[in-house]
């Protein structure tokens, strides 16, 4: 009979439980006393040794040594299980114990089953959590893919190699469906991260490189499982997959407004100077990209990667941007900048929360004061509107200090003659400060217009 024995803490030899030690209805002679120490003789009154043996009444085993002394609170190995005996000596089962052995440095956990055996190997279910053990011994801490312990206290970083997680050493079970705090984490690989999170799927892996809904919320996980508080995905255009998880809370974004810092990947330069921006995401968490959308009865740009765009904006016919031409006021262009970009595609002008603007108003542009026109749909007005000329949105007016009240312009190959208002003038003469001007034909086929001098 193979055996091994080790030594464990609180030996007591007193019996205290009451069990009783009588002779068993048997041809064997039984137990028997001598001074602190029990024996079980046979019927010839030889000492029984390695072997259990029962109390009279057939409720605990009992094993006898190799020189056939009763063991009592001893945790020892026979045919390559580990069983243990208490106090008292009676054998355990179904139950725990926390041993101190001469293999460890610490006590460890063991469980006896039905059978009095500790478990050996693997994953166990007991009540309702699981358990992994090697040599008889519970794990702990992190656990790799085979279920070896890793040494946490070693390596800051077994959270990222490990699979498992299974408490401490005073629990054990294992995390099912549920969320880990991590307390040490590389700060220079996780810069922007004030807590860190990874969550275990109900198989008790760890997420890895995957989003998962948790509490009717979707989170995502990086490749080494912790919980992303950032862009997570390839920010191309075309990918819907490219959403952004809330810092701290890893919460996706979805049907509403946020603010973020671009990724890298969106916009390198904003990245760099760490330039918070406005993003819209659908039910789903997906971004509004490459379009102009409705919100709340408003509109507003987006541009490839999902940045909400302002300023002035040239998009061709399908909403798409063209060229921003300057977003800060700081930037914005001068007048013959604006004009010149007639031609690029349609003029739309957003204000810095986002919504487009139309109709009438007064902007300044590289310190001149102008008045500027948008139509309802959204592009700048080129032409006449209501009477009026516009050069892409931009109201033409004669100067009355310099032109007197009236101005000749030329726009898009046709002239037109407009006063201080604006206003275009149609067919007639018209008395100048020193001309008089000579309006003929009309404004579907262009005026032609001459001056006379007084």
């Not at 190699?161 to 705090?181: H, I, K, M, P, Q």
């Not at 509490?215 to 950032?230: C, I, L, P, S, T």
Request: charged fraction near 30%; proline fraction near 2%.
């Amino acid at each position: 009979m193979k055996k091994r024995i080790l030594a464990v803490a609180g030996l007591l030899v007193t019996l205290t439980t009451g069990l009783a030690f009588t002779s068993i209805a048997s041809s064997d002679k039984g137990w028997e006393l001598r001074g602190n120490d029990w024996y079980y003789l046979n019927s010839n009154g030889e000492q029984v040794t390695e072997t259990w043996k029962p109390n009279d009444s057939n409720t605990h085993k009992f094993y006898l040594g190799e020189d056939g002394k009763m063991y009592v609170d001893k945790l020892f190995e026979v045919n390559d299980y580990w069983y243990y005996v208490n106090e008292d000596g009676a054998q355990i089962t179904n139950q725990w114990r926390l041993l101190e052995t001469e293999e460890d440095d610490e006590e460890r956990w063991f469980y006896f089953d039905g059978s009095g055996r500790a478990y050996k190997e693997g994953w166990k279910t007991i009540g309702d959590k699981r358990y992994h053990f090697t040599d008889s011994k519970m794990d702990y801490g992190w656990l790799d893919e085979e279920g070896q312990m890793l040494d946490g206290d070693e390596d800051e970083a077994a959270w990222k190699s490990g699979v498992y997680y299974c408490g401490t050493n005073a629990t054990g079970w294992r995390y099912d469906e549920e969320w880990l705090e991590i307390d040490s984490w590389d700060e220079e690989e996780y810069p922007d991260y004030e807590e860190m999170w990874v969550y275990f799927a109900s198989n008790g892996k760890k997420d890895v490189s995957k989003t998962r809904v948790v509490g009717n919320k979707r989170y995502a996980f990086d490749e080494y499982g912790a919980m992303v508080q950032q862009w997570y995905g390839s920010a191309t255009p075309s990918n819907a997959d490219y959403k952004y998880y809330n810092n701290p809370s890893g919460t996706q974004a979805r049907g509403g407004w946020f603010v973020a810092v671009p990724s890298e990947d969106q916009n390198p330069e904003m990245y760099e100077d760490y330039e918070e921006r406005k993003f819209y995401a659908n039910g789903s968490g997906t971004l509004y990209k490459d379009a102009v959308k409705t919100i709340g009865g408003k509109k507003y740009l987006f541009d490839s990667v999902g940045i909400m765009r302002y300023g002035f904006v040239i998009l061709d016919s399908d909403k798409h941007i063209v060229r921003i031409i300057a977003e800060k006021e700081e930037d914005y262009p001068s007048v013959s900048e604006i004009k010149a970009a007639a031609g690029e595609g349609d003029l739309w002008y957003f204000t810095e929360d986002g919504a487009n603007k139309t109709g009438k108003f007064n902007i300044e542009l590289d310190g001149e004061r102008v008045a500027m026109r948008f139509e309802k749909a959204g592009p700048a007005v080129h032409g006449i509107k209501d009477g009026y000329l516009y050069h892409n949105g931009i109201l033409i007016k004669a100067n009355k200090d310099d032109d007197g009240k009236y101005m000749q312009y030329t726009l898009d190959g046709k002239d037109y003659l407009v006063n201080t208002s604006g206003k275009v003038q149609k067919a007639g003469t018209y008395n100048d400060t020193d001309y008089n001007w000579v309006v003929e034909g009309d404004g579907e086929t262009g005026y032609t217009i001459t001056r006379n001098m007084k």
